[in-house]
């Protein structure tokens, strides 16, 4: 670690524009279920999902696009990067460009970087031990499933580098 890196909050990245406000799927009534799955569509994309740093398009869940024009967020896009949050902790990945729009569950929230941050070095400072650890010890504090929702990594620690280091 050098001196001219920052530890700041996720909150400070939507402070300074850094990164978009992050988002998880949708709760309740809206959440598309198992009957809603169709065999092509936009991917539906849930926590074992992520698998090796990557959107398993292949084995996910497809919803219509009638279906996702009901729902209000957790629409994701190319360049995102996803972190898992509820139950399975820490999966990451980046979306790639192969579809335009991808949905997720409430068990994964999407990063969007805006400047200032790459989205590779936000990827895999995401990965990392430390933050791993981060993430165990607070998604684990008080349940008896891990989950930490958006309020809470508004709280993250993120380590920020210049950019020209990322």
């Known amino acids: ?23 998880d799927g949708n709760h309740g009534n809206i959440h598309p279920k198992s009957t809603d799955y169709v065999t092509q569509g ?18 996910c869940a497809y919803i219509s696009e009638k279906q996702a024009k009901k729902l209000k967020k957790g629409f994701s896009r190319p360049g995102d990067v996803l972190l898992t949050h509820k139950a399975t902790i820490g999966r ?52 008896t499933r891990a989950y930490l929702g958006i309020t809470a990594q508004k709280k993250l620690p993120i380590l920020l580098p210049p950019l020209e280091t990322q």
């Open 92 to 143: 990451t990945a980046i979306v790639t460009d192969d579809y335009e729009t991808i949905i997720l569950t409430p068990q994964v929230t999407y990063y969007r970087t805006k400047k200032g941050i790459l989205n590779r070095y936000l990827k895999y400072y995401f990965d990392c031990a430390y933050f791993q650890n981060i993430l165990a010890n607070w998604a684990g504090a008080g349940s």
């Open 1 to 23: 670690m050098n001196c001219e890196w920052k530890m700041v909050s996720v909150q400070d990245l939507i402070d300074a524009q850094m990164i978009e406000e992050p988002k």
């Open 42 to 59: 936009i991917p539906f994309i849930m926590a074992n999902d992520l698998v090796n740093g990557r959107v398993d398009y292949q084995h």
